[in-house]
């Protein structure tokens, strides 16, 4: 499983970026894609997470309504649109997959979002 993440940059407060993932790899049932977020001196912390059959979607309290995640046409990519940037969503942003057996077990290589005031 190989997941690869793009789409970061530097956008001003109230701005919008979308990030992609690009999965490569098998799927199974209960599959889970998700978004993680990195601040400096921060712990790793839960943004937002899909399934990948059904496409529930699951987000943090402190991005709903500004962020979405989708897997549009069912290929393997999802995106996290982000709308109303805020400066304290700075961070490394970080695609996530399940395993058969593990949450969380894959990872990407992180894309730096930055957002100034």
């Known amino acids: 499983v190989q997941l690869q993440a793009s789409g970061g940059g530097l956008v001003q407060a109230g701005g919008s970026l979308r990030l992609s993932c690009d999965y490569s790899?098998?799927?199974?049932?209960?599959?889970?894609m998700g978004w993680f977020r990195q601040a400096p001196g921060k712990e790793r912390e839960f943004v937002a997470s899909i399934f990948w059959s059904g496409g529930r979607t699951y987000y943090a309290d402190i991005v709903k309504g500004r962020f979405t995640i989708s897997r549009p046409n069912a290929k393997n990519t999802v995106y996290l649109q982000m709308n109303s940037l805020k400066p304290e969503d700075t961070a490394v942003y970080y695609c996530?997959?399940?395993?058969?057996?593990?949450?969380?077990?894959?990872w990407g290589q992180g894309t730096q979002v930055t957002v100034s005031s």
């Open positions: 790899g098998r799927t199974f049932s209960g599959h889970r």
């Open positions: 996530a997959a399940d395993s058969p057996s593990s949450t969380w077990v894959y």
